[in-house]
């Protein structure tokens, strides 16, 4: 019983000071030297990755006038937004807003409908930027 009791006080002390030790280095580390190459190398993943996801269609023609014309107005009504003009030949399309789920596509369309009457949600590839 006597040894018992040695033990646990012991493995308690042995504990404490191991804690007490981790906790004064921490001080010690708190600086990190960070690679530049770091930074580039996220940059290049994220501006790669895709992620499939929604998108409203406000324009889509043959004509790129009217394309940029739609694009334009629509920055100037939402200025956070960024719209994405494609080139599928032989049309144009303006395609605003990066939505993982279709709910939130669908009640940005709505709030589009006032200024682009004929705006429909597209199955696309997404940003992570937005996100």
Do not use: W
């Amino acid at each position: 019983m006597n040894n018992l009791f040695v033990l646990i006080v012991l493995c308690f002390s042995l504990s404490y000071t191991a804690f007490a030790q981790e906790i004064g280095n921490k001080d010690s580390l708190t600086t990190v030297i960070k690679d530049s190459r770091v930074d580039k190398l996220n940059e290049t993943y994220k501006n790669s990755y895709k992620l499939k996801g929604f998108r409203v269609q406000i324009y889509s023609g043959n004509k790129k006038q009217p394309a940029n014309q739609a694009r334009s107005t629509f920055l100037r009504l939402y200025r956070k937004k960024i719209a994405h003009m494609d080139y599928e030949q032989p049309y144009y399309k303006v395609r605003v807003g990066d939505f993982r789920t279709k709910l939130e596509a669908l009640n940005f369309k709505n709030e589009l409908t006032k200024h682009f009457p004929n705006c429909f949600i597209v199955n696309d590839e997404i940003d992570i930027e937005e996100l």
